[in-house]
């Protein structure tokens, strides 16, 4: 029989490309209704794919997909953006830490010498009783 010739011949060829069984199942899951799948008429048939019924929710998907990086893209030059924007404040920062403490030394140095001035003081006074009356 020609048909089944044809069946046999079609068993022996490599093929690539979905299990239609697959596709219906994916389908199923995702609440999808998919008209590019062939059910078989009997339980001697076969299943197949109408592959041109792929190109739509190809297409669709690879939008949404590209409309997540889009947003991602953004929210990562918003990142990017903070994140120099506090690269600028944090070297701020630093800058008037490194004055204050400067500042500090600055201040520690002379109080310290202003201690000894009076350090000194005190020790004259002690050594001249009449200098304190």
């Not at 020609?2 to 069984?21: D, K, L, P, W």
């Not at 994916?26 to 339980?43: C, L, M, R, V, W």
Request: overall charge neutral; glycine content about 4%; aromatic content about 6%.
């Amino acid at each position: 029989d020609a048909t089944e010739a044809s069946y046999v011949e079609a068993n022996s060829m490599r093929h690539t490309g979905f299990i239609a069984q697959e596709v219906e199942k994916a389908a199923t899951e995702t609440g999808y209704h998919f008209t590019g799948i062939n059910k078989p008429a009997s339980d001697r048939g076969h299943y197949s794919l109408s592959y041109t019924s792929f190109i739509m929710p190809l297409v669709k998907a690879v939008q949404e997909q590209q409309g997540q990086l889009d947003k991602l893209a953004k929210g990562n030059e918003a990142l990017n953006e903070t994140s120099l924007s506090r690269d600028i404040e944090l070297k701020k920062l630093k800058e008037t830490t490194i004055k204050m403490q400067a500042a500090f030394v600055a201040n520690q140095d002379l109080v310290a010498q202003q201690l000894k001035d009076l350090q000194a003081a005190i020790k004259k006074a002690k050594e001249q009783p009449s200098a304190l009356k």
